[in-house]
């Protein structure tokens, strides 16, 4: 059983504050993924949980025992680095069974473990080769398994697939999720990569700032963004935002033209939609389409709507030209509303 | 130009002048140790290596060698590790560290026989102290173990910086990440430094200990000043031969020998410190 729970965690470099109050729990065999753009503190908060770093203020806990104080060692956590840290000296063997070395474990369990996790990660046949004469996707699946031959409670993971080409991305990602679910491990996973975040995550954190916006199901996180920054970060492309003003009745608003049903508010707020949930209607919001993306499986288009930028995702048989007025209505129950002051969601 | 000749091209003033410089004269130096004035003899080898003063001087290079490059390699790893911990003050460090390297070591000699000598530092020092009565001569034929000391002490001292600067670039060059890996993975820092740094050193303590160990057999000025006749060595019989007996064919060959010893250290470390194919960074 490992739970971990992150309290009041801060972290100052100098006069920068890269972490601000931060509080989060991961459930037991959890797989949690931080995701954020470069600069947000993911990778700082991992590697405070990692023990490679010491938080400035606050308590880390897994399996409920303080381990703030502890060497990465005494964690119960292994890790998989970016650039993998396969160790170029040692055999893709004597990688995979560092740590296991480290723990003296006598030979014939080291090779039991080795072996066994270099069958999970399919990289049996490569046992006595060396780092330099693997392929960047190999040495990622080393880097794998050696984080999993110590049988950790929990497995840290820095964006272990940036490196790899999107073919490849794609493969890792189904397959690394599978032996994770498999290994009872609890994951905590950072990633800029949304789509990475989306397909393989129980729960994402969403991080702005050195601070967790929203942690959440990847589902919750796409349809109910809890502020203004997840919606504009999370969706390829992101939602679109127009300004809303309460149009006399409670809960009337008047958004570019339109006047939609929302939350009761007294005061200005921001209408935001996604653009696959706009449709071509007769009555709508007047957009005059500026660019135009044929993607094969869908058309998307980037719009105007009184001087704010708007993209909608059209069926791919749609007939849309540069310069042409579409009239495209939001569908029921998809908006969302923010409050602009607070940048925070409204229902 | 044709773009497959031109690095050639490039390459052929220095080249030119390497064999001007030092490949003519060193065919020179070969045929005057292998003749004598009429044809081929081994002659020359015959006579240095059968003098009273050669297996003494021999074994007085070899010892000094197997003294000092191993303290040296450990006090530079030392340095290089430490210096690498640094964030602030790292460079004037290093400058200061590395000054040694700035002087002769006929001159680094000198200051040593300066501490050493019979009206110098250290007998001034503990005569001050109280210690002694009268000065003592330590650099006598009477104690040749404080002579050696001396000697060790002052090739220490002047030539472990040159170990140290190829080192800390070796170190700079590790990625951290493997370290951070090394921690996560439970290795303590002597573990670190055991299964991390040091065979990730190797092209830079292979490196380091040829230029070490060549100018370990080459040692000539810093023995000269402190041991004088004392303590023999083969660079100083080269010298010996070449301008107090005046046998050029006696002192081209025991360059020679020397040259041999050199190449055979350099194939053995070599050898040693290998990285096996797709073993690198």
Redesign the interface.
Known sequence: MAVIEIKNVAKRFGDYQALHDINLTIDDQEFMVLLGASGCGKSTLLRIICGLETASEGEVWIGGKRVDHLPPKDRGISMVFQNYAVFPHLTVFENIGFGLRMQKLPNDQVKRRVERTAGLMHIDQLLKRYSGELSGGQRQRVAVARALAMEPDVILMDEPLSNLDALLRMEMRAELKGVLAESNTTAIYVTHDQVEAMSMADRISVMHEGKIVQAASPIEVYRDPAAEFVAGFIGNPPMNFLPATPAGAAGQWSVAGQTLHGPNAGKDLKFAIRPEDLTLADQGFQARAKVVEPLGAHLLVTCEVEGHQFRAILDSETQVRMGDTLTLAPQDGRGRWFDPATTLAVS | MNPRLLPYVLILPVTLFLCLFFLYPFVLVAQQAFSDGSGFTLDNFRDVTSHWKFPISLKNTFLLALAVVPIQLALSLLMATMVNRMKRGRDLILYIWTIPLGISDLAAGIIWLAIFEQSGFLNSMMGGLGLIDSPTNFLSYQSPMMVFVAIMLAEVWRATAIMLVILVAGIGLI?K??Y????????TAW?RFL??TL??L?PSLQTALVLRVILAFEVFAVVQALGGTLFPVLMGETYEYQFTLLNAGAAAAIALIILGISIAFTLIIMRALR???????
């Open positions: 990625p990440e493997y951070e890996a090394g921690e996560v993975f439970g290795a573990q299964k991390i065979p990730m190797r990285v096996p194919k797709g073993a690198t960074i």
